[in-house]
């Protein structure tokens, strides 16, 4: 904060309905819904059918205020104002009666000079939040033709077919999504507080990192400084690793932007996991006017260079990330809003969430356009971590309206958000949209999601022009102006920006990224991920249920059925009870009851998972990254996430630890030929032996082999091919387990094993007979298990939270494994080895 500068938060905050008389006390940040269920006023909105009988909230006027005194030496400053960081959407702000502001965006942040309207004491601030549905009538109304908006639940929301969400800059989930609730929350979502200075303040420090290199890092700090006061003054930078600098401003009054030229030599630079350390700078900037330092600003940044590298090869055209010179496979996951109200959302959740990310060896999640700009802590771990980011704006699977006032809003709230975000290191991509590009296909007749058909040639031209305006111009604008060094791309997915049909993805894209949703939506088997890959996979996806003690947070124990109405309304995609009933038919066995359901979609949801992200790996170069859809949940619902609201990991999210290793062992059957393939993310070469060894479900080793392997930096090869009948010879297909180790000296680098048959068709025996055994010395924090006969997919359950650094893997007679159990948020850690007291073992057999 500025020496100068003092903030003083706005506490004691009250609401009430617009039109009613009764004051409630609030908590801010937050929003109507978490004040009424506070209050208790309503039930929980994640429990049952709750969500339907609260869609009352939204289409009230909402009206929150407070009253307070100005401390004297807030009031002795030379300039006050005060600052929404964030208000939820609609508000119209009142001191003291005088109405200061009407915001109308979510994601911006306001400031006002409000000296002329405090007085010392008896100061109130009122706010009327406009209901956003009633807003987004009158526009719809206005317009006079809807707009698409795919997954706004208007039916929900009880209004019919009117899909409102789209006129209003606030996130798009609110108004439902295929995982979502409907909730339209309103309400200040942000800190709010007055801010007093004098003489200078340094409004804004931008350390643009214009070349990185490992021997010199060339930056440019700017600083917007606004001054009350002229003369001639000394800027001075210097970074907590030791280096300063230092240079003359002349003090005019008003806002100025000074320039300072930084060149550090032999930077320690930032590196995204798997390549090096997350190594970080403070730069601090003080301005110091006749001999007192008046003005402070600091950031924390990594110096690293990042770009989107899309160049024309033997193939199309490369997209891959390239940091610091180095080519990066992109492993990751698509995040989501953490909780439908997002000011629930603790620094601890934020955490779990990344450090999960680390932990499953990720090194980059996408921030998907349908939520929000997320909070800076979020960034601050992804920085930390070395988890890149791949930044969509937030726009979604909907067409926009382009009237001047909504494109002046658009741009305002992209330069709020590039400014406020454009110094985290993890930042490594701005995306204009989600999937706009392509559902709408303009040079496409037939093309797209069918929205076109509802339009005249002139409304469709008009609506063209308008997503043109936004994805096309303004957005790219803002980020080439603030954030020159971060590379822009406008729709996710998209082929290369080329004004003609070759523009919009297909799910055999040679250019751009792809998003693979044949599998899901439309029913395609696990087995043609395989054959569906692009240059960057930035979604593709399967559901699965929360567990049971998730799934008993919001259904009764009458309501534990697949067909009940709770677990159908915790289910927000159509088909998709249905999608996950008959891909469990075809690959797995079936589940004995209601809970083993619960247990079998976890393991399906893996199994294509592994399947799909794997194909990706394994087809580096070509494919330059995989990112799943999705990490996380809003509420417990039935979703293709990998860990349920709770931060439960779900089994696909230990299968995406192994499968994201960063060496990898990945074997891919088609037909008779079983082909043993090798990944490397490493930057070294490899020298090692791949052991293969068959067993029956006993542990009986039936055959073995061993070949040398070299493996290159950063590749990927088919190291043997094996034939399955020759494998297997007289052995039962069903009940055989090929075992394949990639091994370096003493160190096995990775391990998998492969079976001849699905899950389905594997015949285990009801008792596999597994032990765990404490390791001694480890003080009840590492087990050892085994078993007298191959036991599938062994589930180990605690009532303690937190995670096993695996689970959900099999165990085969003779080859035991051991694992460590992490529980969650030890003293301001995500997970800290400890002991889970008790341990529930089971495996496949136990559900079916
Ligand atoms: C993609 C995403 C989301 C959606 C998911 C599952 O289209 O961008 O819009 O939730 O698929 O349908």
């Not at 930077?267 to 403070?282: A, K």
Request: hydrophobic share 40%.
């Amino acid at each position: 904060m500025n020496v100068s500068e003092l903030e003083w938060q706005l506490k004691d905050w009250k609401f009430k309905a617009y039109e009613d008389n009764e004051w409630l006390t609030a908590q801010v940040p937050g929003c109507v819904h978490t004040d009424l269920l506070r209050n208790k006023l309503i039930p929980d909105p994640f429990v049952g059918t709750n969500e339907k009988q609260l869609q009352w909230i939204d289409r009230k006027d909402w009206e929150y205020a407070t009253e307070f005194n100005v401390p004297p030496e807030l009031l002795a400053h030379t300039k006050l104002e005060l600052v929404f960081e964030g208000l939820d959407t609609y508000a119209d702000v009142y001191c003291n009666d005088v109405e200061i502001l009407s915001a109308n965006n979510m994601f911006r942040t306001w400031v006002i000079d409000v000296k002329p309207y405090v007085k010392a004491e008896g100061n109130t601030i009122r706010i009327r939040f406009r209901s956003p549905i009633q807003e987004g009538l009158t526009k719809l109304a206005a317009l006079g033709y809807p707009l698409p908006a795919t997954n706004d639940d208007s039916k929900t929301g009880e209004l019919g077919e009117q899909k409102v969400s789209i006129f209003s800059r606030k996130a798009p989930f609110h108004y439902g999504w295929d995982w979502g609730p409907r909730f339209v929350t309103s309400g200040i979502w942000k800190n709010v507080y007055l801010r007093g200075w004098s003489g200078n303040v340094v409004r804004d420090l931008f350390i643009r990192q214009d070349a990185v290199t490992a021997d010199t890092a060339k930056l440019t700090a700017i600083l917007e400084i606004e001054s009350d006061v002229t003369g001639e003054a000394e800027l001075k930078l210097v970074t907590d690793r030791g280096q300063s600098w230092s240079t003359q401003v002349n003090l005019t009054k008003g806002l100025q932007v000074v320039e300072l030229a930084v060149v550090i030599d032999r930077p320690t630079l930032w590196w995204s996991r798997g390549l090096g350390e997350p190594n970080l700078y403070t730069f601090d900037a003080t301005i110091v006017h006749e001999g007192v330092e008046t003005a402070r600003k600091s950031v924390r940044t990594g110096l690293r260079s990042v770009k989107l590298i899309r160049k024309p090869d033997a193939h199309g055209t490369s997209f891959y990330f390239e940091v610091n010179g180095v080519a990066v496979f992109a492993k990751g996951a698509n995040h989501i809003p953490n909780d439908s109200f997002v000011t629930e959302v603790t620094e601890q959740r934020y955490r779990h969430e990344v450090a999960s990310a680390a932990e499953s060896n990720m090194n980059m999640l996408r921030i998907w356009g349908g939520g929000i700009y997320e909070l800076d802590i979020f960034y601050d771990l992804c920085d930390e971590y070395g988890i890149l980011v791949w930044q969509d704006f937030m726009f979604a699977c909907s067409m926009y309206p382009g009237d001047q006032a909504f494109l002046d809003n658009v741009r305002a709230e992209a330069v709020d958000n590039v400014r406020r975000l454009r110094n985290h290191a993890s930042i490594a991509l701005w995306c204009g949209n989600n999937e706009i590009d392509g559902a709408w296909a303009h040079y496409i007749e037939e093309g797209g999601w069918g929205w076109k058909k509802d339009y005249t040639k002139e409304q469709r031209d008009k609506i063209w022009a308008d997503y043109e305006a936004i994805f096309h111009h303004i957005l790219p604008d803002v980020v080439g102006s603030l954030s020159p060094e971060i590379d822009y791309w406008p729709s996710s997915p998209m082929q290369t920006l080329t004004n003609s049909v070759a523009q919009h993805a297909t799910n055999d894209s040679k250019h751009g990224d792809v998003h693979f949703w044949a599998v899901w939506h439309a029913s395609e088997p696990f087995e043609n991920y395989k054959n569906n890959i692009g240059r960057f996979m930035s979604e593709y996806g399967f559901q699965s249920f929360p567990e049971e003690k998730t799934v008993r947070t919001y259904a009764a124990e009458n309501e534990m059925a697949l067909d009940s109405e709770v677990m159908l309304h915790h289910q927000k995609n159509g088909r998709g009870n249905f999608l996950i009933k008959e891909y469990s038919e075809k690959y797995m066995k079936e589940p004995k009851d209601f809970v083993s359901f619960l247990y079998m979609s976890h393991v399906l949801q893996a199994e294509g998972m592994k399947m799909a992200i794997e194909s990706h790996r394994r087809a580096m170069d070509y494919c330059m990254g995989t990112l799943y859809w999705q990490m996380n949940d809003c509420w417990p619902v039935a979703s293709w996430s990998s860990m349920d609201y709770y931060g439960r990991w779900k089994a696909i999210q230990y299968y995406a630890k192994r499968s994201f290793r960063d060496v990898l062992v990945s074997i891919d059957q088609n037909e008779d030929s079983v082909d043993i393939h090798l990944v490397s993310d490493l930057q070294r070469s490899i020298a090692g032996n791949v052991q293969w060894k068959l067993y029956d479900f006993a542990g009986g080793l039936l055959k073995q082999g061993s070949e040398a392997v070299k493996l290159a930096a950063g590749s990927a090869i088919k190291s043997l091919s094996l034939s399955a009948s020759g494998l297997l010879g007289e052995n039962n297909p069903n009940q055989s387990v090929l075992v394949v180790e990639l091994v370096e000296g003493d160190a096995v680098l990775d391990r998998k094993e492969h079976y001849f048959a699905y899950s389905k068709f594997l015949e285990l025996a009801t008792d596999p007979g597994v032990i765990v055994q404490e390791v001694a010395g480890s003080e009840g924090t590492r087990f050892e298990l085994s078993s007298t006969q191959l036991a599938k997919q062994v589930w180990l359950q605690t009532e303690v939270e937190g995670i096993f650094s695996d689970n959900f893997f099999d165990l085969i007679p003779g080859v035991p494994v051991t694992v460590q159990f992490l529980k969650r948020d030890v003293n301001g850690a995500a997970f800290a080895p400890a002991s889970p007291e008790r341990i529930e073992v089971k495996s496949m057999v136990d559900f079916c």
